[in-house]
């Protein structure tokens, strides 16, 4: 079955930088467009990045462009976002989705805060 689970969630200070991954198994990783999500207590869960099968475009939400970089590699059936300049407002838990379809991980949190 699908499965994808997310990691290196943590508490960071402002300024500071994280590295999430999400390790997928149960489907063919490498033909599948994945992305990330995160989401707030009380809010929707919204949109951060999206990566092709081959990593070779991606796209992101406008107030993470030029901070987080999302990537993948299809030999470890893994996805990454690494995330610098972190702000307090990135502070949510954040999900890894194959594109288009109802697989999510469980999440892992992400805390900035000084």
């Known amino acids: 079955q699908v499965r994808l689970v997310e990691s290196g969630g943590g508490l960071v200070p402002p300024g500071g930088s994280l590295s999430l991954s999400c390790s997928a198994s149960g489907f063919t990783f490498s033909a599948s467009v994945m992305e990330w999500y995160r989401q707030t207590p009380g809010k929707e869960r919204e949109w951060v990045a999206t990566?092709?099968?081959?990593?070779?475009?991606?796209n992101y939400k406008d107030n993470v462009k030029g901070r987080f970089a999302i990537s993948r590699d299809n030999a470890k059936n893994t996805m990454y976002l690494q995330m610098n300049s972190l702000k307090p407002e990135d502070t949510a838990v954040y999900y890894c989705?194959?594109?288009?379809?109802?697989?999510w991980g469980q999440g892992t949190q992400v805390t900035v805060s000084s």
């Open positions: 989705r194959k594109f288009n379809t109802a697989y």
């Open positions: 990566i092709t099968s081959t990593g070779g475009s991606t």
